[in-house]
């Protein structure tokens, strides 16, 4: 098999780029060549998707499927999707649910609205930019575009950094503010999981749009951070504590301690996603325990979570020390 990944050397690429060599594939990445590296054997082409006749390094080119993971400008997938139509006759997106239109009820599935968003914009906030990739990619491929709406991604290489703050935080040992209650539900999606259903679902052609994400409870709060006490073999103790009073002290959710929404929150929508179309499409996830382990070697190996490939660093997630000490300290004994 012949894939084309458009970037290649960020998380989710990167993943989907090492599941194609993995397989003994012929693997092909384009991008501007600015930002990390590609196994041995993987053909590179350079060139910049945003900027004019940027794309020409792919004329002429033939692939079995082309793998997307863009979260800009809406027009640079459609200027891809175009050039590529001769080239390619499958186009897998790699989009979000944040293209979920609010409010955003629990158990949403993929017939929900999502936000109004047009092919031809330049770069807005995520949740156009992601549907607008969506419609850019079904404009031109129509149902052979496969649209993989993702959850909140963990894994080794994570850019943005949730499931590495709790390992870092937790191998620096002591008291550790958790958010409870321990049991609760927790979704999510291993990018190589995410990437061996991307090349599968693409190699068969399947089109149309999945929430690609664990079933809602794959693992719990309690599970993770037990998995990230075990592995990093710290002496830490998890401090596990209400979630009306971390909401009543201003503690932010999902970013203030990352992954955590508590039941009853606005966003609690987020881990709690319809995803029974992508489980019978084939998506298996693997244990909790398996990806806590893996990203923690990651780490010690890296150091520190990496910049993100191409695209303007997000905010910073999770507690500061003297915050996170602050809280507990104001905790009743």
């Not at 191998?171 to 090349?199: S, T």
Request: proline fraction near 7%; glycine fraction near 14%.
């Amino acid at each position: 098999m012949r894939v084309l990944m458009l970037g290649g050397t960020g998380f989710v690429g990167g993943a989907v780029v090492a599941e194609a060599v993995r397989r003994g594939w012929s693997v092909t990445v384009f991008n501007r060549g600015l930002h990390g590296k590609v196994p041995e054997g993987v053909h590179r082409l350079r060139g910049d998707r945003t900027a004019p006749d940027g794309l020409a390094p792919l004329a002429g080119g033939e692939w079995d499927l082309v793998v997307d993971t863009w979260d800009g400008a809406p027009r640079a997938v459609r200027d891809a999707a175009r050039a590529l139509t001769g080239a390619v006759p499958h186009y897998v997106y790699v989009s979000s649910g944040s293209v979920y239109a609010p409010p955003v009820g629990l158990g949403t599935g993929e017939d929900a609205p999502v936000v109004v968003a047009e092919a031809d914009t330049g770069d807005g906030d995520y949740p156009n930019n992601k549907a607008g990739g969506e419609r850019a990619a079904v404009e031109v491929f129509g149902d052979r575009a496969l649209l993989a709406r993702a959850g909140l991604i963990l894994g080794p290489g994570e850019d943005i950094g949730r499931l590495p703050w709790w390992l870092h935080r937790i191998a620096r040992g002591g008291e550790v503010l958790a958010p409870g209650p321990r049991d609760l539900p927790v979704q999510y999606v291993d990018a190589r999981d995410l990437a061996i259903w991307l090349l599968d679902r693409g190699v068969e052609g399947v089109g149309g749009a999945y929430n690609v994400v664990s079933r809602t409870g794959h693992t719990t709060m309690g599970e993770l951070l037990d998995a990230a006490v075990a592995v990093t073999g710290a002496d830490a103790t998890l401090r596990w504590t209400d979630p009306d009073a971390l909401l009543a002290a201003g503690v932010e959710p999902w970013n203030d301690l990352p992954i955590w929404v508590p039941l009853g929150h606005e966003y609690r929508w987020l881990q709690e996603r319809d995803v029974e179309r992508a489980h019978a499409a084939g998506l298996v996830c693997r244990p909790a325990a398996e990806t806590v382990a893996d990203t923690w070697r990651w780490l010690r190996e890296v150091g520190q979570v990496p910049a993100r490939a191409g695209r303007p660093a997000r905010a910073a997630v999770g507690l500061a020390p003297e915050r996170e000490a602050a809280l507990l300290a104001a905790l009743p004994a």
